[in-house]
């Protein structure tokens, strides 16, 4: 735990890519959106390999001091805790070395090529006791945390059935670039891990652990033009470059049964996710059925939810929810009803459940034991995509589902 000097608390950044950006703008953001808490963090070291994005890091981010070397981060004394935003592939190193160096960290999703990199993760967090906190920002989204309420209630009755899906065209283009996502060594798996993931960790917030799954799998576009690391974004498109191997896949489709130990004991539901598709941008949605109930949501609508309570009456059918003030944070960033929240709004939640695990307050954080499970789904549904047979999900030691861990 962290006790801090006037609420100081010294910030790290590992890779300075969109997301190590973002993180920056949470920490900065944080004291202004939750002043009550009285922390303020302060930009210490920040690392990326990239030249450029190390002055970057100085110049335009404000931090202290820059490296080209992460573990010049986890050796000065005057950072508490880190932000690991590197690519997928060094996210075990560095987080095991975080974890050695006694730095807490928020570390971005999926923690790692596959389960073997997120089960060590999790395991070298475990054994130094230090504060863990994951990327899988989507779960807090005021109208998400308002369907995980209605769940843990019983207002939607017995869950029977899910659909839940990240439609992401950012791969849609043919030409879009073979970005480090595409290459197994950095990556691991394509469309299951980056955004599969997100959809599992959702489902298992809200509703419970998932305990059996089956896949398919596809790759629709078998060669990309290159794009060198540390440079543009994975939206980039290259119209002449050379050309490289897709090594994971473009598409994922899991059916999944709910574990018969937690809370939807006896639910099923169907979970996919596309990095090519055409239509949907950024369509991470969910619908939950239940006995009584259901509710609708997508990040394109991320202000709207969609809830139907009770089975017939004069408003039978839908009803649309805009933001407000009764549901998760939204009271912090906006003044009244209707006025739309935004992405980077989900990482300055996350950071504030970061750091208020950090100095001793309640732990909402998503956990690495947490993302441990999630890839356990994950490596399932590729197993089973491999074997074409369902698979067994293992249980994970302090895993969170619903909020409650079994
Ligand atoms: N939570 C979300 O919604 C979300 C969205 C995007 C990405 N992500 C995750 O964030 C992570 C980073 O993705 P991104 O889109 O920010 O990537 P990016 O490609 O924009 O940035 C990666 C950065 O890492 C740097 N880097 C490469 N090797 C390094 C090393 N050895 N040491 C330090 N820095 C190094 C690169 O130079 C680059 O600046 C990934 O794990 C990804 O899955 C999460």
Redesign the pocket.
């Known amino acids: 735990m962290v006790s801090t000097n006037n609420g100081e608390i010294g910030v790290g950044l590992?890779?300075?890519?969109?997301?190590?950006?973002?993180h920056t703008r949470a920490y900065q953001a944080l004291p202004s959106v939750y002043p009550e808490l009285g922390l303020r963090p302060r930009l210490v070291h920040a690392?990326?390999?990239?030249p450029d994005?190390v002055e970057y890091a100085c110049d335009v981010l404000g931090y202290a001091q820059a490296s080209?070397?992460?573990r010049a981060v986890l050796a000065n004394p005057d950072v508490d805790v880190v932000s690991i935003?590197?690519?997928?592939g060094?996210?075990r190193e560095?987080a095991v070395a975080a974890a050695e160096a006694n730095k807490h960290f928020w570390i971005?999703?999926?923690v790692g090529r596959d389960a073997k990199d997120a089960g060590d993760v999790a395991a070298a967090a475990a054994k130094t006791d230090v504060v863990t906190s994951i990327?899988?920002?989507?779960r807090h989204v005021p109208a998400v945390e308002r369907v995980r309420e209605l769940v843990a209630g019983g207002q939607l009755g017995r869950i029977t059935n899910v659909r839940a899906v990240f439609f992401s065209g950012y791969a849609a283009e043919p030409k879009a670039a073979l970005?480090?996502?595409f290459i197994r060594e950095h990556?691991g798996s394509g469309a299951l891990?980056?955004l599969l993931s997100?959809v599992v960790d959702l489902v298992q917030y809200i509703v419970g652990r998932i305990g059996d799954v089956n896949a398919v799998t596809s790759t629709v576009y078998t060669e990309r033009p290159i794009l060198p690391?540390?440079?543009g974004?994975?939206f980039a498109v290259i119209e002449d470059g050379e050309m490289g191997t897709v090594e994971n896949d473009d598409y994922a489709a899991v059916l999944a049964r709910f574990a018969a130990t937690s809370g939807a004991a006896g639910a099923v539901g169907t979970l996919e996710a596309s990095r090519i598709v055409v239509g949907p941008q950024c369509g991470l949605g969910f619908e939950i059925y239940g006995t009584a109930g259901s509710a609708t949501w997508n990040f394109e609508q991320m202000n709207e939810l969609q809830v139907c309570l009770g089975r017939g009456g004069p408003h039978a059918g839908y009803t649309t929810v805009l933001g407000n003030a009764s549901l998760g944070d939204y009271a912090h960033f906006q003044p009244g009803p209707g006025i739309s929240m935004g992405?980077d709004d989900l990482?300055v939640i996350e950071a504030k459940k970061f750091l208020v695990a950090v100095t001793g307050g309640e732990r909402r954080n998503c956990t690495a034991a947490d993302a441990h499970h999630v890839a356990e789904v994950i490596a399932a549904a590729a197993a089973s995509a491999e074997e074409g047979t369902w698979q067994h999900v293992p249980t994970v030691p302090g895993a969170t589902f619903g909020g409650e861990s079994e």
């Open positions: 590992i890779s300075v890519g969109w997301m190590g950006k973002l690392a990326d390999t990239a994005r080209t070397d992460y935003c590197a690519p997928t060094l996210h560095i971005e999703k999926p990327g899988y920002n989507y970005s480090w996502r990556a891990g980056d997100h690391m540390g440079s974004t994975h992405y990482k």
